[in-house]
């Protein structure tokens, strides 16, 4: 019974759609359970879902991905190319921000999200960083590579 209370609408039993005055009849028949999904919900499926997306994102890999000559040039990198914004440095904001982003398996870098911010502008100075980076050395998996989820945190201070 509590499972044909969960049925939506693209799921059949015994090829009759449930309705609420029918639940009670077709107890017997949970059995035969098939799930159908409609041409729409198949179509939307398609139509959301790029070839980057059906690849998994891994978290950690045999060999991590890496900013092209290592952590240091990345300090470098960021200390060139920071624009501490007006706003954050009148008030004297400072602090860490972690974003998270994936390096594709061709280096570049996609999906930037703040997991946790200091303000705004601060936020939005990150992503912008984040978008501008060069291609980074792409993760690898069994030798071959893959999309890698990589956090970051920049610091932020007067």
């Not at 309705?19 to 139509?47: D, G, I, Y």
């Not at 980057?52 to 890496?66: G, N, T």
């Amino acid at each position: 019974m509590l499972l044909l209370m969960c049925l939506t609408s693209s799921q059949m039993v015994m090829g009759q759609r449930v309705v609420p005055n029918q639940r009670k009849q077709n107890v017997q028949r949970v059995r035969r359970l098939q799930t159908m999904p409609t041409k729409t919900e198949k179509e939307e499926t398609k139509a959301t879902v790029s070839p980057q997306q059906e690849e998994k994102i891994f978290d950690v890999v045999e060999e991590m991905p890496h900013f092209q000559g290592g952590h240091d040039e990345l300090m470098k990198w960021l200390g060139e190319n920071t624009k501490y914004p007006q706003e954050a440095k009148q008030a004297q904001i400072q602090g860490r921000v972690l974003v998270s982003f994936v390096v594709e398996p061709d280096g570049s870098l996609s999906n930037a999200k703040i997991i946790r911010g200091v303000h705004e502008s601060l936020d939005q100075e990150t992503v912008r960083l984040v978008n501008a980076m060069p291609k980074w050395v792409p993760g690898k998996q069994n030798g071959k590579l893959v999309r890698v989820k990589y956090n970051l945190p920049i610091q932020f201070k007067l």
